[in-house]
């Protein structure tokens, strides 16, 4: 026995050696769009082995791709070309309002960190027989109107994604909000290249670029701190701020729901100090001059800030943002989490400005015009199961 037990050890790492010499070099996230600015845009991909990764530009000007030598933007950091499986290439110095072609690249590199680099297999988007990518920078801030839809809780189901994503008129687009639970956990990240990621980025987000909201299901498992290298933003923290034409979106993260001490937390959980440190940003967000003369104000939680059978996440949440929300002249608020439809208007549960939760099989599709906010909620046949308008204050 111990022999056929050897036998079939030896079969098996051979069988595995073998797939592994097979696996080409690939990509195993597509690339998607962050931080587009008037001046910037971030491109995120990953590959299955450690790579250096860059984005070649080109202007929208007619010429083929293949005309000169395009302007190269490396992964790098401190003067240094990342050499890792997640990339981020920020490109910048670009004109607002205009539209731009890349190309992204990504060389498998074996560094042994002894000044003996060696590099393999190379890999890009084809430029030759189809159109290279392209986004367009956004316009100047305060004055136009901006279009943009929210999915959240979809757990993987990129079938349920890109029905509800088929219901919303994607050509005149500004950006897609995902609104925290887009996976079960962060265990593995083929879960969300796989789960939502891909799938993103076929749909729309080499194009259009995404705002991630981290739900209570993105801070578990063990690659949870892979989130800000995935999702890169302007704080560098799970919350953050962005503005959009007339709207300043202020991105909150409820974190996890149980208490710190739970068993499921393996005792690694440190939340509610978390949630302090966040509610004193929020504070110093809503007192900004930014904040204050925007035309609207939309802040974007995955855990809405209500219920009767209060668990400590929410309890936290009403204790440490409901009081700053609430004297902030806030529109609206957009959340998910709860797989239903719901509304609190302002006078419920201790709101001073309205909740909408969004289910999970239903996507928000948001106008902001000069004068109000149009919000339509629609199916996965696309029929629009409610509305909601907010005039400009
Ligand atoms: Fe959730």
Redesign the pocket.
């Known amino acids: 026995m111990p022999k056929l037990r050897s036998l079939i050890l030896l079969l098996s790492l051979i069988t595995c050696i073998g797939l592994s010499a097979e696996e080409k070099f690939a990509l195993t996230c597509q690339p998607y769009l962050q931080n587009l600015t008037d001046s910037t845009v971030t491109v995120v991909l990953a590959t299955n082995r450690p790579s250096v990764a860059w984005v070649e530009i080109a202007p929208d000007d007619q010429t083929h791709f293949y005309e000169r030598e395009r302007q190269k933007f490396f992964d790098s950091q401190f003067g240094h070309k990342s050499t890792g499986t997640i990339h981020r290439i920020t490109v910048n110095g670009l004109k607002p309002d205009t539209k731009y072609r890349y190309r992204i690249y990504a060389r498998e590199v074996f560094d042994n960190g002894e000044r003996k680099v060696r590099y393999g297999d190379v890999l890009a988007n084809d430029v030759f027989r189809k159109e290279p990518y392209e986004f367009k920078t956004t316009g100047p801030s305060g004055k136009d109107k901006i279009h943009f839809a929210v999915f959240n809780?979809i757990h993987e189901d990129t079938e349920r994604y890109a029905d509800l994503f088929n219901q919303i008129d994607s050509k005149d687009i500004d950006f897609i909000v995902l609104n925290?639970?887009m996976t079960n956990n962060m265990d593995r990240m083929s879960q969300l290249y796989d789960g939502y990621l891909n799938k993103t980025s076929e749909l729309f987000a080499r194009t259009i670029p995404f705002y991630m909201v981290r739900?209570?299901?993105e801070t578990r498992g063990r690659l949870q701190n892979n989130f800000i290298e995935q999702f890169p933003n302007s704080t560098g923290q799970p919350y953050y701020t962005f503005s959009r034409g007339p709207v300043f979106f202020v991105v909150l993260d409820g974190g996890e729901?149980k208490p710190d001490n739970d068993i499921e937390y393996c005792e690694l959980a440190d939340f509610d100090n978390y949630r302090t440190a966040e509610a004193n940003w929020l504070r110093d967000v809503v007192s900004s001059p930014e904040y204050k003369n925007a035309q609207y104000r939309v802040v974007l939680l995955?855990?809405p800030p209500v219920g009767r059978r209060e668990w400590h996440g929410l309890g936290e949440i009403r204790r440490k943002f409901l009081p700053i929300l609430n004297d902030a002249n806030v529109d609206v608020m957009l959340s998910?989490?709860m797989h239903q439809a719901l509304y609190y208007a302002p006078g419920e549960e201790g709101l001073k400005f309205p909740v909408i939760v969004n289910s999970n099989v239903d996507v928000m599709d948001v106008n902001v015009y000069d004068k109000e906010i149009d919000i339509k909620i629609k199916g996965r046949d696309g029929k629009v199961n409610r509305t909601y308008s907010y005039p400009a204050k």
């Open positions: 809780d925290g639970d739900g209570n299901h729901d995955h855990i998910g989490h």
